[in-house]
């Protein structure tokens, strides 16, 4: 009987690490920086966008379909929209680390990814100027490459400054309505907490949207009651929204924007981006919204 005892119990610690090994490896959570850094795959524009602004592309093996800029970035292999991620297709680019934004999904498929031994890091995505620093440094940090990251925001950190003092001055603020889709007839259009109403803000202007968050469609009463100034549209996600189309919707036409027939298009990943490029941005929505007049 002790003899069974004692061979059970050296054992034990062998079948212990024998289950250890079977077991698929999980990578750890809370991870900062990549331990392998030498195949990335990139998930989210902006998140790629400061990964060539840092100079450290060559990490990278693949992007979503969000990463169209700079051109280069279109070369890699894309894994698919950041909002409707497939893990086969993300994990078939062997890659030994994922950075992605905030919002990447579905949930399902960022739930596997992070399970998986593939390092995750999520990088978090808020609509204002330290938020856009705030992604530099964690890009930069997962990279390796923290003291070139904090010269790219130190540099992002006064266009920004520069571009916010040119809107400061503006007096008389104009309503924006983000018009993100009409489709079915319906105007699906930007609330609080989304990067069109950060944008917006930071150009000197009001959303005209004031009684929700996120992306809703709205009531032909609630666009009139918005009194909307200009409408802005982007480019480049999704089927484009034609002015003859925009205005030709009642509730549109009855606005200060559809009497004049103001709307101003413009980049999607450039507008709404929150990246290194974002202070010429709000510099371009501010001078399309007011002029030069002041900003220059």
């Given amino acids: 009987m002790r003899l069974v005892l004692s061979f059970r119990a050296a054992l034990a610690p062998m079948l212990g690490v024998l289950l250890a090994v079977s077991q698929p490896a999980k990578a750890d959570e809370g991870t900062t920086v990549f331990s392998d850094s ?7 524009g902006s998140i790629t966008e400061i990964v060539y602004a840092l100079g450290e592309e060559g990490h990278l093996v693949a ?3 969000t990463s169209s800029y700079p051109e280069a970035a279109a070369k890699l ?9 497939s893990p086969e297709g993300v994990l078939s680019v062997n890659p030994t680390g994922i950075l992605a934004l905030q919002g990447s999904g579905p949930k399902e498929a ?10 995750f890091i999520e990088v978090p995505d808020h609509y204002n100027h330290e938020g856009i620093l705030e992604k ?20 992002t950190d006064a266009k920004l400054m520069a571009a916010e003092k040119q809107t400061a001055s503006i007096n008389e603020r ?3 309505l983000f018009v993100l889709s009409t489709q079915g007839g319906k105007i699906l259009a930007a609330g609080s907490e989304t990067a069109a109403d950060g944008i917006i803000r930071l150009a000197g202007a009001v959303n005209a949207v004031e009684r929700f968050s996120g992306y809703k469609s709205m009531t032909d009463e609630a666009i009139v009651s918005a009194r909307p100034d200009v409408i802005l549209t982007m480019k480049g996600g999704g089927p484009p929204i034609s002015e003859e189309e925009l205005f030709a919707n009642p509730a549109v036409a009855s606005t200060p924007a559809g009497t004049n027939r103001k709307m101003i298009s413009m980049w999607g990943g450039y507008l709404l981006g929150f990246g290194p490029r974002t202070a010429e941005a709000i510099h371009d929505l501010a001078v399309e919204l007011y002029g030069n007049q002041g900003l220059d």
């Fill in 136 to 155: 530099i440094r964690i890009v930069g940090k997962a990279l390796g490459v923290e003291a070139k990251a904090e010269e790219l925001a130190a540099e």
């Fill in 77 to 85: 292999p894309d894994v698919g929209y950041m909002r409707a991620l």
């Fill in 38 to 44: 030498s195949r990335i795959a990139s998930i989210g």
């Fill in 63 to 65: 992007r979503d379909s």
């Fill in 174 to 176: 104009k309503r924006v």
């Fill in 110 to 119: 960022v739930d596997v990814l992070k399970k998986s031994s593939v390092p």
